[in-house]
């Protein structure tokens, strides 16, 4: 027994979890994860939240609020533009694909750099929305579910929903005619 003790007691007591220590030499702790993340979310939501707090009065501010929304429909709506314009006037077409032929190709990688930056982070934003929204619907399906398992139980076709189990009143009660006007006009036309 002294000798289990001891080594229990090197690997859990003396204060310290000799295993969970050595554990996360190789593997990050993660509620110690969790909570660095979540600074880091906290401090970014902060500065956020801090532009907005100096009101937007000036013209120069509303300008610039315009200009920061007409990238995305200018390009959307340039790049409808090109195929209408190599439609109707083919040669004006060619001759600026021609132009846009000498452009070097650093150009080429700076433009990527910027349309990738500037679409990427909402791309990013509206990817991890749509992951939390299918996370929150998957949460959901054991209670769809039921519900679904529910509501065919109580379909008139559904094995067994007449079914007046072991009540003899209404056992009798499903097995007397009721009034239907409708089916003794019926019989008394026939």
Known sequence: MGLM???????????ANVVKETVQVFRENREAGADRAQAVQMQAMTQLGQEFLVPRQGGFDRFMDGVNRLPRPALALGTLGLFVSAMVEPLWFAERMQGIALVPE???????????????????????????????????????????????????????????????????????PAENPALDDWRRAA
């Open 5 to 15: 003790e001891r080594v229990f007691g090197l690997l859990f007591g003396g204060g």
């Open 106 to 176: 650093p150009l080429w990688w700076l433009l990527g750099v910027i349309v990738s930056f500037y679409f990427g982070a909402r791309h990013q934003v509206k990817s991890q929305n749509f992951q939390r929204e299918i996370a929150l619907s998957m949460g959901r399906v054991p209670q769809m579910m039921e519900n679904v398992a529910a509501l065919r139980a109580l379909r008139a076709d559904s094995v067994g929903v007449a079914d007046t189990g072991k009540d003899a009143r209404l056992t009798t009660a499903s097995l007397q």
